[in-house]
Every structure is written in C-alpha cells, then in structure tokens.
C-alpha cells in the first residue's frame, strides 16, 4: 500500500500535466495504481475494511470474556462449543484489535530532580554465597536522585534497626542528606497511611528529623517513581554478586562498598557523565550530617540467670556473677552487644550480625571453679585398704548406700581402726556388713562390747578370784 507521501505525488504530478505512463515510471509504481489515485484524489492512505473470522462473534465474545473473567483459552473452548472455527490466534488478535481485555498503555513519563532534592531507599531479597552456604540476604540500596551516586550493604534480615544502621552508614558515605528520601509502603517506616501522606512511625520519624530530611512514600501501585533505586537492584544483582563467594557478612560487605565506590566512578550513558561528577556539584546542596552522629543500637532489659548470663537475640552474654539475679540495660549494636548496670558498662561482647545460640564467656567473669576429685578410691579409703584390705566389701557397700557421707564416715572408720584392737572391729564390721548396717555410731558400739568381753577384766570376777 502506497504511503501518504508517495500519493502526494503522484497528485502533484498529475496537476503538472505528466501521463500515467511516466509518472508510473518515474516513481516505480504501476499504472492502475497510479490511475486509482488520480481517481480518489486523496493523499490520505485509505483504511482496509477487510472482514475477519470474529466479527460474527462478537457479542458471544464479550459475553464469554465477562463470564470466565478475561481467561482466552477458555473463551476459544465456549466458541469451539457453538460452532465458531477461528484458531486461538485469530481471537487474541481479534480481542486486541477491538480492546477487548487490553489495558491501555500509559506513557510512564520522567522525573527531573534538583541537587540535593532527593534519595531513594529500598530494599531487595538477593541470594548470596557465605562461606559454603547459599542463603538469601537483604540489599539495602540508597541512590541520590540527581547525580545517581548509590550506596549498597547488605543484612540478614530488615527492620526498622538494620533499616537505621545502614541509613546512618549511607548518610556518611554520602557526607550529607537530601531534602526528601522516597520510600515504598513498607512497615519498617511507615507507621500509619499510604502514598504521599504517609506518617512514619515515632522512632523513624525521630531518626529522620535527627537528619535532617523527611520520608515521603510513593503511590501504591506505582514503585516507578523510585525507578532510581529500582534499576539499581537489577544491575546490583547481574554485575555484583556473579561469580562472587563470601568469607562472611564484613567481607560481603567491604566487598560491596568498594563496588558502589567502582559503579559511582563509571560513566552512564542514561545521564552521559559519572556520578562522582555530578556528585562534586550535588555535595554542595546537600544537607549537612549533625556534629555527632550517634551510634544505632537496640535496648533490652533482661536478668541475669543463675549461670551468670544475659539473653539477647538467641544468644547468651556472661556478665560478673556477682551479678545474678539482677535486672540489667542491654545496648545490641550492629556487632556488638553492650551490659550496663545504671551507667556503668560491665560486660561487652563481640558478635557476628546473624549469630544464633552462640554462648560467649568472657573468662574474668566466672573465676574457674575448682576441679571435682576425680574418680576412684580417695586417700582416706586407700589408707584403710592398706591398713586392712578385709575392709574392702564393707566400704564399696558403704560408698554405693550412703555416697554423700562417705568420705566422712571412711575418715572415723580410720580413727576406729587406729583406736580398736583388729579382732572385734573386724567381727564388727563383718557384722554389719550383713544386716546392711552403715551407722558409724552403732558400729562404734558393737565394737566396745566386743571388747569388752575379751580384753576387760570385770568386777565380778576379780571378787571371785579372792
């Protein structure tokens, strides 16, 4: 089909007086055709009215479509049902033609940002290679809106803690903050409402006044208007983390600050510079970071066990064990957990950011205890074997009857062997070894009246003798 500027002029020629014949020749075109123009006299190119296979269908079409609510499989199958013979193909381009089903597409438009203006914040679950596990990490990404400069870190899980420790560390990566920081409808800032009306939640709110900036969420439905943070996920998770194995989360993430450092100083076609160009410029207007910038932690009130632990996040933290039983403060920093008493600090331990059931002990806390006797005979029992080894029944018998007294009733049976003569303790104990009898003090007293019949002279027999 000839196109408006070729009809144009084959009119134009016509006018001038040109034959058929050579204005066929002189545009490559034929002499029906070129007859057929002349004939309209229009230069608009004509629409095809050509008839298609469902036209017939049409309101058997929208009716299906409502029906099974827009599946086109199912509306070719109900066709099929009633005679229709079009192919699948026919109907979807039928119900595109016809704007059956179809959204109509809408320019997604352009954002334009002064220096300084704004930054965009989010978050993306990535797989990440630590060690010889693959797990799946959060990236947190903060992007400058004008000069396109990005910061990225990454956690093993977001709240609105992690969310204030990597801010703190972009904020000062970047040396100052915007205006405004986009954000999508998450919960880890917004505390109540949606879109541009969004109230963050108190601690988030405090954190960015502290800054100096205020969070403004997008639209729901519209994550287009933080493209500058989105884009950057997908280029974050195809050049970054490709090829790439961790030793653990500090070197995951050096290695991904010295990344941003790298992406930063490239040259993007998008804005035909380097952000750490157009970044000398925005630094400028950015907002300066407060003369001190605190520390991000979390507190916890906890008491301390019988052990002389505090409990935090899964783990288990020593303090001084004359600390049991006490209600201590707990600061959790992004590494490291902090024990206070009133202000003053007790305990601080070092710990991975992803760390669980870990029991760390700082050793001036528990003084060791002394070693438990070790198992087997003690000295006052090796003593009485050596002394006499008949005694050997009646003391394992001992030991397994009475072994919290043992040690004490083993020491009188060594005084006992030292004080009685060997005979009537042996009878003695022999004795009591078969009515299960281990009363040291009734065992003293069989051994006296075996004694006294054979080594005391008694009163009677003395008078007797005279």
Request: glycine share 8%.
């Amino acid at each position: 089909m000839l196109n408006e500027e070729t009809r144009t002029a084959i009119l134009q020629l016509h006018v001038r007086g040109a034959s058929l014949h050579a204005i066929a020749r002189d545009l490559h075109v034929s002499r029906t055709t070129a007859r057929k123009v002349v004939a309209s006299g229009r230069t608009e190119t004509p629409d095809l009215a050509r008839p298609s296979q469902g036209d017939p269908w049409h309101e058997d079409i929208l009716r299906e479509h409502t029906r099974v609510k827009g599946r086109l499989v199912l509306v070719h199958r109900a066709l099929l049902a009633k005679g229709a013979t079009l192919s699948y193909q026919a109907l979807t381009a039928y119900c595109r033609r016809h704007g059956i089903g179809v959204k109509a597409k809408v320019p997604s438009g352009s954002y334009s940002f002064e220096p300084g203006e704004e930054m965009q914040h989010d978050t993306s679950p990535h797989r990440v290679k630590i060690g010889a596990h693959e797990r799946v990490a959060q990236c947190a990404s903060l992007v400058l809106a004008h000069s396109r400069m990005v910061f990225v870190q990454y956690y093993p899980t977001f709240d609105r803690f992690w969310c204030k420790v990597f801010l703190t560390a972009a904020l000062e990566y970047f040396g100052g903050t915007c205006r405004r920081c986009v954000i999508d409808n998450t919960n880890v800032v917004v505390g109540a409402g949606t879109g541009w009306e969004m109230i963050p939640a108190p601690e988030m709110g405090a954190f960015a006044l502290r800054f100096g900036f205020e969070f403004r969420a997008h639209a729901v439905g519209r994550p287009n208007r933080k493209a500058r943070v989105e884009r950057a996920f997908h280029y974050i998770e195809n050049n970054f983390l490709p090829g790439r194995t961790f030793r653990d989360w500090d070197e995951l993430n050096l290695e991904a600050r010295a990344w941003s450092e790298a992406a930063n100083a490239g040259f993007k076609r998008s804005i035909h510079a380097k952000p750490i160009e157009l970044f000398a410029g925005e630094r400028l207007s950015l907002k300066p970071l407060p003369d001190y910038v605190p520390q991000v932690y979390r507190l916890h009130d906890r008491t301390v066990d019988v052990e002389g632990y505090v409990h935090v996040g899964g783990n288990r933290f020593s303090v001084p064990s004359g600390l049991i039983g006490r209600m201590l403060v707990v600061r959790e920093h992004e590494d490291r957990v902090e024990v206070f008493e009133g202000r003053t600090r007790v305990a601080t331990h070092f710990r991975p950011c992803d760390a669980k059931d870990l029991r760390l002990t700082d050793p001036t806390h528990h003084p060791q205890r002394r070693e438990r006797r070790k198992a087997g005979p003690g000295p006052e029992e090796t003593e009485l074997l050596r002394v006499e080894p008949e005694l050997g029944p009646y003391l394992a018998a001992l030991k397994a009857k009475r072994p919290s007294q043992a040690i004490r009733s083993m020491k009188r049976l060594l005084g006992m062997l030292r004080d009685y003569p060997r005979e009537p303790l042996l009878r003695a104990v022999a004795t009591a070894l078969d009515y299960g009898l281990f009363d040291l003090d009734r065992l003293d007293g069989m051994v006296l009246r075996n004694t006294a019949h054979d080594y005391f002279v008694l009163a009677d027999a003395v008078d007797s003798d005279r």
